[in-house]
């Protein structure tokens, strides 16, 4: 074999490792139930925001750390401690999605994004009254 052989070989192989790696790191969401039957792999899980449950928040004390309850897409409420500041208009999020482990009935996220309503959503149903006005 030619040393070009071997080289091109050799790339084919990386190439066909790092896709493996990728692959293996892309994660998909579950649900609270589900990161509870594997407490030591990070998770990713959607929900939204349980208004009538305290968030706790000090940034006097703690700026990058605040708790809060969620509910999963099934339902199930649990507590969350995430590790970054308090995001503007948490409370107005429709949409969570958090990334982190459980620990002790606690689902502790070092990573949080949110879904917030849409600042043209009034104008799209304003929009849509006239036309049908």
């Known amino acids: 074999m030619k ?33 509870m039957e594997y407490p030591e792999r990070t998770h990713q899980i959607v929900g939204h925001l349980s208004i009538d449950k305290e968030i706790n928040y000090n940034p006097e004390l703690d700026a ?31 949409q969570i999605v958090l990334t982190g482990k459980i620990n002790d009935e606690v689902f502790v996220a070092h990573e949080i994004l949110l879904k917030c309503p849409s600042k043209y959503q009034d104008e799209k149903l304003q929009n849509k009254n006239l036309i049908f006005e």
């Open 64 to 94: 990058n750390s605040f708790s809060f309850y969620m509910k999963d897409k099934k339902g199930k409420e649990l507590r969350v401690i995430c590790q970054k500041e308090k995001p503007a208009e948490f409370e107005r999020s429709e």
């Open 3 to 35: 040393k070009t052989h071997i080289i091109g070989l050799f790339a084919i192989a990386i190439a066909i490792s790092s896709l493996m790696i990728i692959a293996g790191d892309a994660s998909t969401y579950v649900d609270f139930a589900t990161a």
